[in-house]
């Protein structure tokens, strides 16, 4: 469904009006788009005082074309000045160095003049070591300061521009690059706000124009919507994709089956038969399963019937949970798989109307906590991504002036879209991405609900 508010806001009369009322104005965020090379287009400023920048200055020249330091003589790169340097599209800023309340100033010191020569839809990643690693309480806070830090950061870089943190574990520093090839491209356009930890992982990309050949996915839900998006991005990626809905979407399922030269499974996951016909379709194993097929249903708890509450829990969470499990006693799920939730912001913050979808989605979540310490014995990674409001078909449903809230609240200003989620399920998928396991990535925006 198209957004004609952030159409209108970026007519010229639109921005005058939008400017004079103090009204949201939402830029039309990049995305990216098949057929382009480079994570970024545009310069890149790497800065700070920890091990970690190094690691990044090695691999810079195959992020972008163009790329500085912030100091003379750093990682051996040119120095940018605010004076003489480029429009800044990427800023990396290595803060795992620093342990003392007083070091803190270093951010500030270096993202100011920066932040006034930012690009359009710039992308932001502050690197540091997870607090719960450090035995100095001290070092452990300041670690921990990076949060705040980086989520008010990000509610004020405005020009459509995302800020994420990333804390890296010793021995995790060769899956850098994967995560910030996401986090400093368009395919994170519509993620901001967000933390994340990499843990050493022995799996790696071999070829980033196709991060996924050789694998076989399994997307449930894929006949439209976010689905649909994910079997189109993970095929772009390389995957072979198994596309599952309900036998009534079968016409959309097998048209965009053949388009995507990958196979359809008309199912209903919550047939009886389901996970037996799931591992008999899967036979020759499958190396990345999306549970993405999900349902709303809903009414205030007050008036919830026992049908609504049960069908919700089913399809959200008794299924992905029955299916995995299925999938990894018959040995489907090969070693090193990857295992993608979409679960909600409404699991995370809740939701007036939906005690029933947030209980699973949250459920969901709690999936992914619980099962990654066991998965990683056989390498293989379980996380969540959790939408916030996305456009589609089941946000097209809700009433006029709720829809309109929940678009515009957050620090974009609008809705993401399919494309949005299923870029963060291709980068979970990637082999080097188990060094992410057990976390939920949020895909909203940064929206002003939840944690
Ligand atoms: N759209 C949003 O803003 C948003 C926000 C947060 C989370 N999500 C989640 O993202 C996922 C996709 O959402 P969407 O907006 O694309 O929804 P959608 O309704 O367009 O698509 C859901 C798909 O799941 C399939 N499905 C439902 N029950 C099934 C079953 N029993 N067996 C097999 N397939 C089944 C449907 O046929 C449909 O194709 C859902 O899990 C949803 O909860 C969406």
């Not at 710039?122 to 607090?131: F, Q, T, Y």
């Not at 967000?194 to 894929?222: E, I, N, Y």
Request: charged residues 20%.
């Amino acid at each position: 469904m198209s957004d004609r508010y952030l159409n209108f806001a970026n007519t010229p009369a639109g921005r005058r009006l939008v400017g004079a009322l103090g009204l949201p104005s939402p830029l039309p965020l990049e995305r990216w788009v098949a057929g382009r090379n480079r994570p970024l287009e545009g310069a890149l400023l790497i800065g700070g005082d920890g091990d970690l920048g190094a690691s990044v200055a090695a691999f810079a020249n195959r992020l972008t074309d163009e790329y500085f330091a912030e100091r003379d003589d750093q990682y051996g790169l040119p120095r940018w000045t605010a004076e003489h340097g480029p429009k800044l599209k990427g800023l990396v800023f290595d803060a795992s160095g620093l342990s003392r309340f007083e070091e803190l100033d270093a951010l500030r010191q270096f993202f100011q003049p920066a932040l006034k020569n930012l690009g359009r839809c710039p992308h932001v990643v502050v690197l540091g070591r997870a607090p719960q690693t450090l035995d100095d309480p001290q070092a452990s806070s300041v670690q921990r300061a990076l949060e705040g830090f980086t989520r008010s950061l990000g509610k004020e870089i405005r020009r459509g521009g995302t800020v994420q943190l990333v804390y890296v574990d010793p021995g995790a520093e060769p899956q850098l690059e994967g995560a910030l090839r996401f986090l400093l491209s368009p395919k994170s356009a519509y993620v901001s706000g967000q933390v994340l930890r990499l843990q050493p992982c022995a799996q790696q990309v071999s070829d980033w124009t196709r991060p996924l050949a050789g694998k076989t996915a399994l997307v449930t839900g894929a006949s439209r919507g976010i689905g649909a998006a994910i079997a189109e991005t993970l095929a772009r990626d390389g995957a072979e994709v198994v596309l599952l809905d309900v036998p009534q979407a079968k016409d959309a399922l097998d048209a965009l089956a053949s388009r995507l030269g990958g196979r359809s499974l008309a199912l209903d996951i919550c047939a009886e038969e389901a996970p037996g016909k799931l591992v008999e379709a899967l036979a020759e194993g499958v190396d990345i399963v999306v549970h993405n097929a999900g349902i709303t249903r809903d009414k205030t708890l007050a008036k919830m019937s026992e049908g609504l509450w049960e069908s919700v829990i089913d399809v959200n969470l008794r299924a992905p949970q029955q299916l995995t499990a299925a999938l990894l006693q018959a040995g489907a799920l090969r070693d090193n798989g990857r295992v993608v939730l979409i679960a909600s912001l409404s699991g995370i913050a809740g939701n007036v109307g939906q005690t029933n979808y947030a209980t699973s989605k949250a459920g969901l979540i709690g999936l992914a906590q619980s099962w990654a310490p066991t998965l990683a014995e056989r390498g293989i990674s379980i996380n969540a991504v959790a939408p916030g409001f996305i456009e589609t078909g089941m946000t097209a449903a809700i009433p006029f002036t709720i829809r309109e809230a929940g678009r515009r609240m957050n620090a974009m200003n609008q809705g993401g879209l399919p494309q949005d989620v299923a870029e963060a399920v291709a980068w979970f998928a990637q082999p080097g991405s188990g060094a992410v396991s057990g976390q939920v990535l949020r895909v909203c925006g940064q929206s002003l609900l939840g944690a």
